[in-house]
């Protein structure tokens, strides 16, 4: 293909070694890992990148705090949490982008001490594995963050999870990503996935184009059982929404991400509180609700009181990869040189380094960085 020449010519030479469908985080920092690598990558994005869960998360890489035991999942967050800071510090030298990648931790707060002693025998594999986990009394939570409220009891310190600004990082990784010679092409719905013999060979678009590659990369969130041609089962993935209201405050009033028993705060530097979020399995139907609003809103006033005087910010949702085994599925599938990016649901920023890493190691045949069995498609039978 020249340079600059449209791709998609049927029958011609493939328009770029991979094509990833999906702009989303894990479009985006695919396309960064296999375009550092001189991979010739494309991204085909129906919106913007960016455009639906990635940019909609709170951005919590709560590796120890989302895990609620040992096990596959729990090790590949805390191998991907540890590749934040060198990736962060990546995309600032490649773009002079800040992320927003702050290791401040994550206190878990409770109300009532048989909650905190459930949290506390919860994190004992965490302990046992030698991960930095603190238990405070009353005292030392709110002198750690004296904004929680002083019904606090005590609280779980887990002193390495770390938060990052889903906006600006998802804007880095694209920009770092066009630099090292990613292509990126919004407004490119993907219809089809072209299968010859047992082989990915491309895609097929809404207007009927096709687009040859030598891989074919699915990453399409929520979306990914509709993209024609796929393996995965319908229903192996689906959408769970998501709400966040964002407060405003003049200056920050926690510097950790809090998590309560109705609510989560994540802060940004700005002073802006990002109060999360709600389960819900309503379909495609994104939106935000009166009910949603008020609960989120009384979960993060009882965790702060003072957030009662914030002045209300935007709200929004999105709609997290759902897996019925809460597992993504990332790697090989039954079809030859098409790979997997899906099914993150809820840590989905927290696992874009590893993910990344994984599929750019598939694409030129370097080892993997961890054992992704419990992750494949095929646990799907
Ligand atoms: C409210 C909320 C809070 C969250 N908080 C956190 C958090 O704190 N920490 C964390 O780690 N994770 C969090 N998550 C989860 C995280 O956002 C997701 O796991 C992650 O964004 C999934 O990324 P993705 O790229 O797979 O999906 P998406 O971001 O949804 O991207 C998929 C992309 O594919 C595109 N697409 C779909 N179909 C097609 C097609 N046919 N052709 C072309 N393009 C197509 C879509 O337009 C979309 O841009 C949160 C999610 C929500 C909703």
Known sequence: VQPGAAPGVRGGSPAADVLIVGGGVMGCAVALALATRGVKTTVLERSVPGAEASIAAAGILGAQAEAHADGPMARLCLA??????????????????DVGYRRSGVVQVAFDAEQLDAAWRAVAWQ????????????????TLEP????????????????????PTYLRALRIAAERAGARFQSGSFVRR???????????VMEDGSEITADWVVLAAGSWSTLVEGTPLPPGSVRPARGQIVELLLPAP???????????????RDDGRVLVGSTLEFVGFRPGVTAAAVRDLLAGAIELAPALGGADLGRCWSGLRPHTPDEL???GST?????????????NGILLSPITAEVIAALVVGAPLPADMAPFAESRHG
Request: overall charge positive.
């Open 328 to 330: 993504p599925v990332i």
């Open 127 to 142: 302990r046992d594995a030698g991960l930095a986990v603190e238990r405070l009394d009353a005292v030392a939570a709110r």
């Open 147 to 166: 904004a929680l409220s002083d019904a606090t009891i005590g609280a779980l310190h887990f002193v390495d999870d770390a938060r990052v600004d889903p």
């Open 253 to 267: 009033l926690v510097e950790r991400v809090v998590y309560g028993p109705r609510a989560y705060l994540s802060p």
């Open 334 to 346: 039954s079809v030859a040189r098409l790979l997997l990016a899906t099914g993150h649901f809820r």
């Open 193 to 203: 996935i072209v299968v010859a013999g047992r082989f990915a060979r491309g895609v």
């Open 80 to 97: 991907s949490r540890e590749r934040f800071a060198a990736l962060a510090a990546e995309l600032f030298e490649r773009t002079s982008i």
